[in-house]
Nanobody, 125 residues
Framework: QVQLVESGGGLVQPGGSLRLSCAAS???????????MGWYRQAPGKQRELVGVINSDANTNYKDSMKGRFTISRDNANNTVYLQMNSLIPDDTAVYYC????????????????WGQGTQVTVSS
């Protein structure tokens, strides 16, 4: 199995910062190449939306509204992706989910998508 485990969520005041982490692990992880890792979020009553993704070459892609405040980085050696969030506002309140797309390098091959369990971020005074 493969697991994505997020950490770093919590309560922060408007204007503050948080750093989320997501580590991939599992007994069969060695059979995969991790293509992209990224973050999505889901606010109450809203659909899950993309925050941003990063590929194995560290190229990033963000939703336009996240650019400038959010930064995604990746530690390939430790199969970990980070989300640095600055200048947080109440509208950033959501459950943040880690996502990874992985290529299975043995039969039956293919691309598999995994999700973390989510971590709550609350921006409030």
């Amino acid at each position: 199995q493969v697991q994505l485990v997020e950490s770093g969520g919590g309560l922060v005041q408007p204007g503050g910062s948080l750093r989320l982490s997501c580590a991939a692990s599992g007994s069969i992880l060695r059979l995969f190449s991790i293509n992209t890792m990224g973050w999505y979020r889901q606010a109450p009553g809203k659909q899950r939306e993309l925050v941003g993704v990063i590929n194995s070459d560290a190229n990033t892609n963000y939703k336009d509204s996240m650019k400038g405040r959010f930064t995604i980085s990746r530690d390939n050696a430790n199969n970990t992706v980070y989300l640095q969030m600055n200048s947080l506002i109440p509208d950033d309140t959501a459950v943040y989910y880690c996502n990874a797309k992985m290529m299975l390098n043995v039969a039956p091959y293919g691309v598999y998508t995994y999700w973390g369990q989510g971590t709550q971020v609350t921006v409030s005074s």
